[in-house]
Nanobody, 123 residues
Framework: QVQLVESGGGLVQAGGSLRLACAAS????????MGWFRQAPGKEREFVAA????????YYTDSVKGRFTISRDNAKNTVYLQMNSLKPEDTAVYYC????????????????WGQGTQVTVSS
């Protein structure tokens, strides 16, 4: 079992930055691939970024490439999402998720989810 708690969301102007963090419980954090997903009002939850167990491989959806960076600190059981050059279309609830083993980019592949943190980008 893994419990995930996100933090770092908030209200920011377009062009600004936020850093999300997701703290995981348990002693086997390094055995889980981690992902960030987001859900805007009236839309389905979508993939944003993912990182492999050791942190050596990262993946991004096209709309955030060059602006967002996913990273992890296995000693602290934490995964981060640094978001720069934010746009109003980035507004959503952001969720972190975990799955044992390799990275898969599909939402359905992730077994454990946090409660989400709201990110609002004003124009």
């Amino acid at each position: 079992q893994v419990q995930l708690v996100e933090s770092g969301g908030g209200l920011v102007q377009a062009g600004g930055s936020l850093r999300l963090a997701c703290a995981a419980s348990g002693r086997t954090f390094s055995s889980y691939a981690m992902g960030w997903f987001r859900q805007a009002p009236g839309k389905e939850r979508e993939f944003v970024a993912a990182i492999s167990r050791g942190g050596g491989n990262t993946y991004y959806t096209d709309s955030v490439k060059g602006r967002f960076t996913i990273s992890r600190d296995n000693a602290k059981n934490t995964v981060y999402l640094q978001m720069n050059s934010l746009k109003p279309e980035d507004t959503a609830v952001y969720y972190c998720a975990a799955r044992p083993g390799d990275v898969i980019l599909k939402r359905e592949a992730y077994q454990y989810w946090g409660q989400g943190t709201q990110v609002t980008v004003s124009s």
